[in-house]
C-alpha cells in the first residue's frame, strides 16, 4: 500500500508543511511536580513546540471503514524549569507514534467527510536537557507522566484538522471541470463514497456532462458496486453510461458532402455501377453520366456497449446518394441507413482516455429513393468500404484527442491497466466469489494501478 499512498499523503501532509503549521503553536501545560524529603519541587513552565520532524508516514486500508494513518514524529518542545531556587531552559525531545483511523461519511453531490476514530498516542523515547547539566530522576519521571497525560489530547485533534484539510485538497482532484476541446466540459465528481477493502481502495467516477452553452448530457448515475481486484491498490470506475453520454459531447459532427470520384472514394466507380445495376429499367438518369455526390449524416447518438473485455460502439449513419440538377433541384438516387457495429481499441495517452474505432459489421436498410430502387442487397459491400474510408476516420480524428481524465489523488497515469467489467449495482459492495458474466449487471471500465 506504500507504493501510492505514501507520496500522496506525505505530500499534503508533510511537504506541503500542513502538519507543521498546525502544531506551530502547540502549548503544553506546566509540568508541575511537588517535591519531597530528597527531591526539590519542581515546575516547567512556558514549554512550547520549536521544532516538529515527521520521519515516518504510513497508511493501511480497513475494509469498510477507510485508512489507518500512523505518523511517527519527534517533537522539540522548550520551556523554563525551575528546580527548588535553580531556574533555567529546559529543552525536551520527544518521539510519539500516532495512530489514527480516519473514516470517509456524509457522501453528498460528489463529496464526503473524513472523521478521525480511534486515535492513540503513544510516547517513545524521551531526552531532556537544561544547560546545567544537573537533571534528576525525578524530573525525567515527572516529564514522562506529565507528557503521556496530555500529549494525546493535544495532538489527535491536530490530525483531525490536518486530514479534514487534505480530505478537501484531495477531493479538488477528483471534484473536477475540465473542458473537452471546444465542445463543452466534463465536471467529475464521486457517484458514491469510496469503498475500501483489505487490498484495494475503490473510486465510482462519474461527471457532470455539459455542451457549450449549459446544455447538459443526461445519463444515469446511480451508483454501482466496484469489482474486487486484489492485486491492485488503487481502482478507478467509469461507468457505460457516463461514456455514452462523453461520447456523445464529441461526436456532434456536421455532415459529410462530396463527390463520388476516385479521388475522394476509392470504390467510387463500382459503388456507381451497382446503383445502376439496381436501378429500374426506366431511370435512364441511373445509368448516365451526370454527377453523383454523397452525403453522410451522422443520426442519433452513438452507444458504447461494454462486455466482459470487449468494448464495442453502436451508431447509425444516413448515407444520401444524389446528383444536382441545373435548375438547382436534387434527385435522391438513394437515402440509406447504415447501423454500424464498431470495434473499439481503448489506451490511455498522456492522461487522456483514447477510443479508436474500427469497422466490425454494416447492416443496411433503405430510407427512400426518388428513382424506385426497392432491392439494396447488393450494395451493402460498397457502403461499407464508403464508410471505413471516408466516415470512420473522421469519427477517430475527434476521438483521437483523448478524453481528458482528472489527475486523482495527484497520481499520474502512467503503468495504468484497464479492465471491461460487469458489475452488481449494489449500495454494498459484490457478493464474495462473485463471477462477472450477468447482462443485467452495469458495466464499466475499472483503471487499476
Not at 233 to 239: E, H, Y
Not at 300 to 329: M, R, T, W, Y
Not at 362 to 367: D, N
Amino acid at each position: 500500500m506504500e507504493r501510492k499512498w505514501h507520496p500522496v499523503l506525505s505530500d499534503a501532509i508533510i511537504h506541503n508543511g500542513l502538519i507543521h503549521q498546525h502544531l506551530q503553536g502547540l502549548v503544553v501545560p506546566n509540568i508541575m511536580g511537588e517535591g519531597s524529603q530528597l527531591n526539590s519541587p519542581t515546575s516547567i513552565t512556558d514549554l512550547h513546540l520549536i521544532k516538529v520532524r515527521v520521519p515516518r508516514l504510513s497508511v493501511v486500508l480497513l475494509p469498510g471503514i477507510g485508512v489507518q494513518l500512523t505518523i511517527g514524529a519527534k517533537l522539540q518542545l522548550r520551556g523554563n524549569c525551575l528546580v527548588g531556587l535553580l531556574s533555567e531552559l529546559i529543552d525536551i525531545l520527544v518521539e510519539v507514534n500516532i495512530t489514527a483511523n480516519i473514516k470517509c461519511t456524509n457522501f453528498e453531490s460528489g463529496t464526503f467527510q473524513v472523521v478521525t476514530e480511534d486515535c492513540l498516542c503513544l510516547l517513545g523515547a524521551i531526552k531532556i536537557k537544561v544547560l546545567s547539566g544537573l537533571l534528576t530522576l525525578s524530573v525525567n519521571d515527572l516529564v514522562l507522566r506529565q507528557l503521556t497525560a496530555t500529549l494525546p489530547a493535544l495532538l489527535c485533534p491536530v490530525v483531525d484538522i490536518v486530514m479534514n484539510l487534505v480530505n478537501i485538497h484531495l477531493l479538488s482532484t477528483l471534484n473536477a471541470v475540465i473542458p473537452v476541446g471546444t465542445a463543452g466540459t466534463i465536471h467529475y465528481q464521486l457517484a458514491s463514497i469510496p469503498y475500501t477493502s483489505g487490498k484495494f481502495l475503490g473510486l465510482d467516477l462519474d461527471g457532470v456532462v455539459k455542451q457549450v452553452g449549459g446544455s447538459t448530457i443526461p445519463h444515469d448515475s446511480s451508483p454501482s458496486a466496484l469489482p474486487p481486484l486484489m492485486d491492485r491498490l488503487l481502482l478507478l470506475v467509469m461507468r457505460q453510461s457516463f461514456l455514452n453520454a462523453v461520447l456523445s459531447l464529441l461526436l456532434q459532427l456536421p455532415p459529410q458532402t462530396f463527390p463520388c470520384t476516385p479521388d475522394v472514394f476509392s470504390g467510387a466507380s463500382r459503388l456507381r455501377e451497382a446503383v445502376g445495376t439496381i436501378a429500374p429499367a426506366g431511370c435512364s438518369t441511373c445509368r448516365g453520366t451526370s454527377p453523383l455526390s454523397i452525403k453522410l449524416v451522422l443520426r442519433g447518438n452513438p452507444l458504447i456497449l461494454l462486455e466482459e473485455n470487449k468494448a464495442s460502439v453502436k451508431l447509425s449513419v444516413l448515407i444520401q446518394l444524389f446528383s444536382n440538377h441545373l435548375d438547382g433541384s436534387i434527385l435522391n438516387f438513394l437515402l440509406l441507413k447504415a447501423d454500424l457495429a464498431l470495434n473499439v481499441r481503448v489506451s490511455i495517452v498522456g492522461g487522456r482516455l483514447v477510443l479508436q474505432l474500427a469497422l466490425g459489421s454494416t447492416s443496411l436498410s433503405l430510407e427512400s429513393s426518388d428513382v424506385g430502387i426497392s432491392n439494396i442487397s447488393t450494395l451493402k459491400p460498397h457502403c461499407s468500404s464508403l464508410l471505413v474510408e471516408t466516415f470512420v476516420p473522421v469519427v477517430n480524428g475527434v476521438l483521437g484527442t483523448g478524453i481528458p481524465l482528472p489527475n486523482v489523488l495527484r497520481i499520474p497515469l502512467v503503468n495504468v491497466d484497464f479492465q471491461i467489467k460487469a458489475a452488481w449495482r449494489t449500495e454494498h459492495g459484490p457478493p464474495a466469489n462473485t463471477t462477472y458474466t450477468n447482462p443485467a449487471w452495469q458495466h464499466q471500465l475499472p483503471f487499476v494501478f
